[in-house]
């Protein structure tokens, strides 16, 4: 069983940071790639940014140039660094991990339960 834990989350002025995290934990051979996803209310989930094991990133446009992520694979944990927040970053950001488990070394899917970032004006 793998778990996803997001921590990090609160309220925020608009302008200002934030950096979460995601601790992946459980029977874990290794990560093949890391998402950070977002879900505001009334709205679709949609995609944040990514970051492959050999840390090739991808970002959504809407937040090129202000959010970082990155990893630490020796301890299996996904950050996602947030600048410039703007009020409609408001959301639960969650994240996602394709994860490769024994004894089959098996890749699946696994999300966390995510943490709320609140961005007021």
């Known amino acids: 069983q793998v778990q996803l834990v997001e921590s990090g989350g609160g309220l925020v002025q608009a302008g200002g940071s934030l950096r979460l995290s995601c601790a992946a934990s459980g029977s874990i051979l290794s990560i093949s790639v890391q998402y950070w996803y977002r879900q505001a209310p009334g709205k679709q989930r949609e995609f944040v940014a990514g970051i492959t094991n050999g840390d090739s990133t991808t970002y959504a446009d809407s937040v090129k140039g202000r959010f970082t992520i990155s990893r630490d694979n020796a301890k299996n944990m996904m950050y996602l660094q947030m600048n410039s927040l703007k009020p409609e970053d408001t959301a639960i950001y969650l994240c996602?991990?394709?994860?490769?488990?024994?004894?089959?070394?098996?890749?699946?899917?696994?999300w966390g339960q995510g943490t709320q970032v609140t961005v007021s004006s």
């Open positions: 996602k991990a394709r994860v490769i488990t024994p004894p089959l070394h098996s890749e699946n899917t696994y």
